[in-house]
């Protein structure tokens, strides 16, 4: 209904709903290589692969898993970087019917333990780097083939002897193991086409991880039709084609770099640079290079390109959008990049969107042409979202705080083995609709336009207020000698939390109690009295997620272990 929609009329040319084919991923790119077969379809460090090249590497990888005896039903383990082995692999699995559990190739051997178990994968791939690690939990797990690929699998001769004369001779050598398959053997092999199977677009076909900065990680099921959907989703937000290039920096074990930067891009018939690392120095590099159209990322990267002498000396014209996730967008960050871009002949705003991994992840965004302050945008084309009062299914009227509920062809199947987890997160409300429950707190204006305040676990409560501590950092970013700043509740017997800000000086010679003053009451001219710090901690740098995030439950739990080392800690 219209009315339930508001957010239509700022759509532009974006259709309003979008025609799902009920396919596979495998059979989706399939579409798009017959649709312009001579396109480029990625690049990975001057290695280029046509859509015809890339689905015939597809082809052939799926005919090698299945050689080995990978079949429908199956779970693959890919631990890989932003690489044409890990996305080969990703969609040749598709094909047979097999799911891929997807996680960091950073991993440690526990964290593999846990993930080889949970998805009960009898095969892996990663790079040989890791061989060590997948080997020391082989027999605690269900792994019975490992696959190794090596970097310089997809580089030319001479990046090849530079990568082997520099990072490749710290590689230890791989000893002969009998359950080492070789990435290079295996697509110079001949094996027999592998039999034609059933995917149907409601089967499962990835896991994804969530939750490990808060507990013990859950594995998020999604689907063929999931992937589809907001991979098209995307590709019409962007009216990406195959004139478009995306920088996929973010890493495939995550939604964000799966979802958007990967397989959106293939539906829309893009090209999509793969960068496995992302350092400033290298992305700016292959900015000025390869010219994308696109960049999508977190704001720590925005912000430490922006403050990279090669960005900043870069011809930015070729950008046609840039779009930032998975984290608050300081203002400060947004300005400093968007100033960066205009003056190197680019007109864009750094847009923010919204998502999470049950969803693939970005499901909603800025169109390109609007923008207001602080909000994270408006529902793709056959999303949609409202609010509700916590711990109901009840609508809030517009303006009033909740949590962000949202329902569509994006949404997850549910978690893996957790039955209970699933039935409080997936609910049906009384419209029939099953809606996910984000557990992130926000608002919806009457233009449908939506505004993230913060995840649930992380309001502070402080003398029975309700603190946001994105509300303060973008206070404390806005101050000139500022560059990082994170804002944690610290347990207090008389306040129940305490705010506390740990903050990244520009010149951290400047760290100082005068200093730690000047920020506090920098923080009370704007903020009312309780939202602001009490004490600020100045550090050299900030612990980061997987992704680039600030990893504001590592620095809760340090000061929680301070506070049991002083015998002052009254939690459980």
């Known amino acids: 209904m219209y009315e339930k929609k508001p957010w239509l009329k700022f759509y532009g040319q974006v259709p309003h709903t979008l025609d799902y084919p009920r396919i596979s991923m495998y059979e989706a790119v399939k579409l798009s290589a017959q649709l312009r077969p001579d ?15 890339f689905l015939t590497e597809i082809d052939h990888c799926a005919d090698a898993l299945a050689a080995i005896g990978l079949k429908k039903g199956d779970k ?29 190739p950073l991993s440690t051997a526990k964290e593999i333990e846990f993930y080889l178990n949970t998805a009960k994968s009898h095969y892996a791939l990663t790079l040989d780097a890791f061989y060590a690690k997948f080997k020391e939990v082989k027999e605690r797990t269900p ?34 193991d009998p359950m080492v398959k070789w990435w290079s053997d295996l697509m110079r092999g001949h094996y027999p086409q592998a039999p034609k199977v059933q995917v149907n677009t409601d089967d499962l076909a990835v896991i994804l991880y969530s939750g490990g900065t808060t507990g013990v990680p859950k594995g998020i099921m999604l689907s063929n039709m999931n ?65 994308p159209s696109f960049v999508v990322g977190v704001p720590t990267l925005f912000d430490a390109l922006s403050r990279h002498p090669k960005f900043r000396k870069a011809d930015l014209s070729c950008l046609r959008g840039t779009f930032s996730g998975a984290d608050t967008l300081p203002r400060t960050v947004k300005e400093r990049f968007e100033e960066v871009v205009k003056k190197q002949g680019g007109n864009v705003q750094l847009l923010e969107g919204y998502g999470l991994t049950e969803a693939v992840t970005a499901i909603m965004s800025m169109p390109i042409n609007e923008y207001r302050e602080g909000s994270i945008g408006v529902p793709f084309p056959d999303m949609l979202a409202k609010i509700v009062k916590l711990g109901t299914t009840e609508e809030v009227p517009c303006g009033k705080e909740g949590e962000i509920c949202v329902s569509g062809p994006a949404v997850m199947m549910g978690y893996l083995d957790q039955p209970e987890e699933t039935a409080d997160t997936l609910r049906k409300h009384p419209d029939g609709k099953i809606w996910l429950h984000t557990g992130d707190i926000g608002t919806m204006d009457e233009d449908g336009f939506f505004y993230f305040k913060l995840r649930q676990k992380r309001m502070i409560k402080s003398s029975g207020m309700n ?5 303060v950092e973008d206070i404390l970013y806005q101050h000139p000698d500022v560059q990082d700043a994170c804002i944690i509740g610290v347990p207090d017997q008389a ?56 990893a504001f439950t590592v620095l809760e739990q340090e000061e929680i272990a301070k506070l049991k080392a002083a015998g002052k800690y009254a939690g459980n």
């Open 467 to 471: 603190v946001y501590p994105a509300q």
């Open 495 to 550: 306040q129940v939390q305490l705010v506390k800000g740990i903050v990244v000086l520009k010149d951290p010679s400047k760290a100082s109690p005068e200093m730690e003053k000047k920020l506090i009451d920098y923080c009370r001219d704007q903020l009312i009295k309780w939202s602001c710090p009490r004490e600020i901690e100045f550090r050299d740098s900030l612990p980061k997620t997987l992704i680039g995030k600030i």
């Open 227 to 291: 992937f589809i959907s907001e991979g098209m989703q995307v590709s019409e937000w962007g009216k990406l084609s195959d004139a478009d290039s995306i920088l996929a920096i973010l890493p495939i074990f995550h939604g964000f770099g799966l979802g958007v930067c990967v397989n959106a891009c293939f539906m829309g018939g893009g090209k999509t640079i793969l960068v496995p690392q992302f350092t400033p120095e290298t992305v700016a590099q292959i900015i000025c290079a390869q010219k």
């Open 39 to 53: 396109e480029l379809a990625y690049d990975f460090f001057g290695y280029t692969s046509t859509y015809r090249r």
């Open 143 to 176: 792994l019975e083939t490992l696959i190794l690929a090596r970097i310089p699998d997809y580089l030319s001769l001479l990046k090849r002897i530079g990568f082997n004369l520099t990072v490749g001779r710290k590689i230890p050598k791989v000893p002969k």
């Open 76 to 104: 693959i383990t890919i631990s890989m970087p932003t690489s044409p082995q890990g996305v080969i692999c990703f969609y040749a699995a598709n094909k047979l019917g097999a799911i891929s559990s997807m996680i960091h």
